[in-house]
């Protein structure tokens, strides 16, 4: 089935070729914004009472705390990058930049708590990198259209609702390891559909604010975006930042590209070497991710 393309669209297309720079810089400060604040935020969660997880008491007892108030700070920088990042690009281009928030988080973790990294940790941090630079370069995202059917946003809506509810679920009772990991995989899922959201919002003001206000947009981003808060927070909380953040990292890019890929019709290169490329480059950062998960980075607790 063909998708015609209107003409303003392809302008813009063409507009994303030469501003590609520009946006991969966004992209790239919105991840150092995000990996510091990741960082910040975890050293407040971690030290709140036990039984706090999943619950707005958490939020409450966090906003007391300097630091936390700090790294949410640096969350509204990087998310003020990613929505400039999103107005121009797409998000099978910009979300999987993001990912560099691990390769920053995780080492500053490591030296704030007086570790060093190994030979392996810095390798899985190089692949990281390289995975992202190699599936970007290979891939050749182009710009979507920014709209789908109201069905399709009810169905996304309902599976993303869905998916979030069943990681909190499986938190409770879990271990801190495997609650980490789901609510960390809860988080990612919701700051997906959140970007989705950022990229349509973005698309949207091109009408104007009250254009904007009109729709249901930007009051379910605002409702995503605290929900997503939560699940970020209860996954810090429950135990050290290697365990959460790389789940949370691996899971929104891939969330937010299927959302691209599938609702707002964008397209990576499938011609030539272009797919092997593609999956070797998301090979080298899966890997990267989980051999981070499993390292010793940021580790206080021997029991974890």
Known sequence: MSVVVPQG?????????RGLVSIVLLSMASATAYGLAAVLQHRAAIREPAGLSMRAGLLVRLVRRPRWLVGNALDGVGYLF?????????LILVEPVLVLSLV???????????QRLSAAEWTSTAAIAAGIALFLGAAHPGLGQPRASGEAWTLLTIIIVAGCGASA??????????????LAAGSGMAFGYVAALTERTGHLLDGGALHTLATWVPYALVIGAVAALLLTQSAFHAGELRLS??????????????IGLGLFGEHIDSRGLAPALEILGLALVGAGVFVLALSSVGRTDPAL
Do not use: C, E, N
Request: aromatic letters at 8%.
């Open 245 to 258: 953040l790389p789940m949370l990292t691996a899971a929104q890019p891939l969330v937010a590209g299927a």
């Open 82 to 90: 990613q929505f400039l990042a999103l107005r121009r690009g797409s």
């Open 104 to 114: 920053l988080a995780l080492p500053l973790a490591a030296w704030l708590d007086h």
């Open 9 to 17: 669209l392809t302008a813009f297309h063409h507009h994303i070729g």
């Open 169 to 182: 679920l499986a938190a409770r009772g879990a271990s801190r390891r495997r609650a980490a990991g789901f």
